[in-house]
Each structure stands twice: as structure tokens, then as C-alpha cells.
């Protein structure tokens, strides 16, 4: 069962803040983040684990709610190289490893 | 450490022709994952192998694929009498356990 990630787009200018939502209809073992370029491969950003768990790599960081099976990537002060879509995976019982449908965020000068 | 290679990067191939693409996993990655993902759109799960097994390929048409992951060499897709459906990026990712995927560069495959 493919996750659910939301929004489907979203603009920003340099400098500001996003939100990219990743929910499950199933309890999540893990989610995984990745950004992927336009004509690139998608590049892991983080796993999260554990409910509660949150991570952070540079202006880019993530919390996983295990109980509303949910999944949050918060982008900070955004830079123009953020631009990409991001896409979570999500794990079940450790197999069946599924992706959402991506989150296409650009940033404008 | 050289990351995970896919060959080749481009494959032209007529109408019921045959594809092979080829994924070189991360050193000490005894796990790989094969993914297709179409213009505009998501990746989509295919086929997940570890050495000489193939452990889930819920993802992969019933018919004219198949995937392999030999003790020695690389991890082979295989799509038998193509057609123009099939023309996408094909990507392969690896990893140590079950956890954290490496994705090489992927192959893009079109069907004349």
C-alpha cells in the first residue's frame, strides 16, 4: 500500500520553510527520505526507526509519529539546490518496502 | 568506494527485442532492489534479490520479466519482447541489510 505524501507540489522562495507529509493507512516498521533531481538518481537523505525519533542533516530534518503513522520532513531556510522531488519510503514488517508519489518542491530566487 | 553502477546508462531496443540491464551492487551490499520509474511519475517496486534468491517480486509483471542475482557478478533485469510500455528509467539500489538504499544511476530503456 503506496504511502501517502502531501503536498503534491510546492513553491518557495530562498530562505524560506517547508513541510512534506508522509502518512500510512498500515503501521510503519521505518520511513526513509530521499530527494531526487530532475534526470538523477534519488540521493537518501534519512531513516527514521523509531516512533518519536527525529534527525536532522544540515537545514533538513525529520520526525517520525509511529502511533499516527506519519511522517514529517521539515526543509529550513530554504537554499535553491533543495529544489527536487522528495520521496518517502516506507517499510512493512521489514519487506515490502514502498514509495510515495513524490513531493515536487522548487525553489525560486 | 565505488557506489552502485548500472549498465549501460541508455538501451535503445526495437519492438520484441530483448533488454538486459545490469546492477553492480555497493561493495559488501549483498541486498538489491529493482525500480521503474516512468516520466513525471514515482519509483515503483519491483523485484528485491539477495545472493542466488529473489525475496519479493510482488512489483514485477507476471510476464516477460525476471531478475536475477548470481553468487558471482552483477544483478541482471531481463525484459523479453519489448514493447513501447516498457520504455522508462530502470533503477537499481542496494543495500547492507534492510535498511538504508543506495541507488545507482540508473538505466534509461526505450522501445522503438
Same mark, same amino acid.
Given at each position: 500500500q503506496q504511502p501517502v505524501q502531501s503536498p503534491q507540489a510546492v513553491i518557495l522562495r530562498e530562505g524560506e520553510d517547508a513541510v512534506i507529509n508522509c502518512s500510512s493507512s498500515k503501521a510503519l516498521y521505518s520511513v526513509h527520505w530521499y530527494r531526487q533531481k530532475h534526470g538523477e538518481a534519488p540521493v537518501f537523505l534519512m531513516i527514521l526507526l523509531k516512533g518519536g525519533e527525529q534527525k536532522g542533516h544540515e537545514k533538513i530534518s525529520a520526525s517520525f509519529n509511529e502511533k499516527k503513522q506519519q511522517s514529517s520532513l521539515y526543509l529550513t531556510?530554504?537554499?535553491?539546490?533543495?529544489?527536487g522531488t522528495y520521496f518517502c519510503g516506507t517499510e512493512y514488517g521489514g519487506q515490502n518496502f514502498v514509495f510515495g508519489p513524490g513531493t515536487r518542491l522548487s525553489v525560486l530566487p | 568506494n565505488a557506489g552502485v553502477m548500472q549498465n549501460p546508462r541508455h538501451l535503445v531496443r526495437r519492438r520484441g527485442q530483448e533488454a538486459r540491464l545490469r546492477c553492480s551492487p555497493m561493495k559488501g551490499h549483498s541486498h538489491v532492489y529493482w525500480y521503474r520509474q516512468l516520466p513525471e511519475e514515482g519509483l515503483k517496486f519491483m523485484v528485491y534479490l539477495q545472493k542466488e534468491n529473489?525475496? +519479493?517480486?510482488?512489483?514485477?509483471?507476471?510476464?516477460r520479466f525476471s531478475a536475477e542475482f548470481p553468487k558471482e557478478g552483477p544483478s541482471i533485469l531481463r525484459i523479453q519482447?519489448?514493447?513501447?510500455? +516498457?520504455?522508462a528509467a530502470y533503477f537499481c539500489a542496494s543495500s547492507r541489510y534492510q535498511e538504508t538504499q543506495y541507488f545507482g544511476p540508473g538505466t534509461r530503456l526505450l522501445v522503438l
Amino acid at each position: 500500500q503506496q504511502p501517502v505524501q502531501s503536498p503534491q507540489a510546492v513553491i518557495l522562495r530562498e530562505g524560506e520553510d517547508a513541510v512534506i507529509n508522509c502518512s500510512s493507512s498500515k503501521a510503519l516498521y521505518s520511513v526513509h527520505w530521499y530527494r531526487q533531481k530532475h534526470g538523477e538518481a534519488p540521493v537518501f537523505l534519512m531513516i527514521l526507526l523509531k516512533g518519536g525519533e527525529q534527525k536532522g542533516h544540515e537545514k533538513i530534518s525529520a520526525s517520525f509519529n509511529e502511533k499516527k503513522q506519519q511522517s514529517s520532513l521539515y526543509l529550513t531556510a530554504s537554499q535553491l539546490s533543495y529544489s527536487g522531488t522528495y520521496f518517502c519510503g516506507t517499510e512493512y514488517g521489514g519487506q515490502n518496502f514502498v514509495f510515495g508519489p513524490g513531493t515536487r518542491l522548487s525553489v525560486l530566487p | 568506494n565505488a557506489g552502485v553502477m548500472q549498465n549501460p546508462r541508455h538501451l535503445v531496443r526495437r519492438r520484441g527485442q530483448e533488454a538486459r540491464l545490469r546492477c553492480s551492487p555497493m561493495k559488501g551490499h549483498s541486498h538489491v532492489y529493482w525500480y521503474r520509474q516512468l516520466p513525471e511519475e514515482g519509483l515503483k517496486f519491483m523485484v528485491y534479490l539477495q545472493k542466488e534468491n529473489i525475496i +519479493d517480486e510482488s512489483g514485477m509483471p507476471k510476464e516477460r520479466f525476471s531478475a536475477e542475482f548470481p553468487k558471482e557478478g552483477p544483478s541482471i533485469l531481463r525484459i523479453q519482447q519489448v514493447v513501447r510500455g +516498457d520504455s522508462a528509467a530502470y533503477f537499481c539500489a542496494s543495500s547492507r541489510y534492510q535498511e538504508t538504499q543506495y541507488f545507482g544511476p540508473g538505466t534509461r530503456l526505450l522501445v522503438l
